[in-house]
């Protein structure tokens, strides 16, 4: 990269620190506190009098939940691409490690003679949402059958499996959090109106 060209990136990355730190509302001492950096050398890293290391870069990136590349606003050097996996095709939505993870499965046509499909257990908390076609969902003795629209929430710690049940591919987004990690739901304003 041409000198000039990483003075460039080196000097946005304290104000993109700064928005970042701004938006999720939080001060430098509290940022401190949750990262080990001490707030003149937060501040001094904002204010771009302090080159970004990846000692200092590191701590923030997993405080904020980015990757790296964001905090410097480079490109990122690969795409998620798609997996294959016993016939479904996952599409990574998420980049980061850790956290809630979401994908875009994609199972081809069902097989009527197929029956019901294998199980599972793990620990985290799995959700689902039908896009399009029909799934078969088989939670521990339960079958359930989604649409289009439809959607599905369960402990991962229930046996569960799931296939397509219809004569076209089924395509949903399916969230996974580790260590049943949940999803906060809003239904009204947070101010109960």
Known sequence: MPDNDLARVLAAVGPRLRALRRQRGTTLAALSERTGIS???LSRLESGQRKPTLELLLPLAREYGVRLDELVGAEPTGVPRPVTRHG???VPLTGRLGGLRAYKRI????RPDAGR???R???GYGWLYVLSGMLR???AEHDLFLGAGEAAEFDTRTPHGFE???PEPVELLHLYGPQGERIRTRTRPADGR
């Open 117 to 119: 499909p294998a199980q």
């Open 137 to 139: 969902l088989a939670l």
């Open 39 to 41: 707030p003149s050398t």
């Open 88 to 90: 479904h095709v996952f």
């Open 121 to 123: 257990a793990h620990e």
């Open 107 to 110: 199972l081809p046509a069902g």
């Open 164 to 166: 397509n049940a219809g």
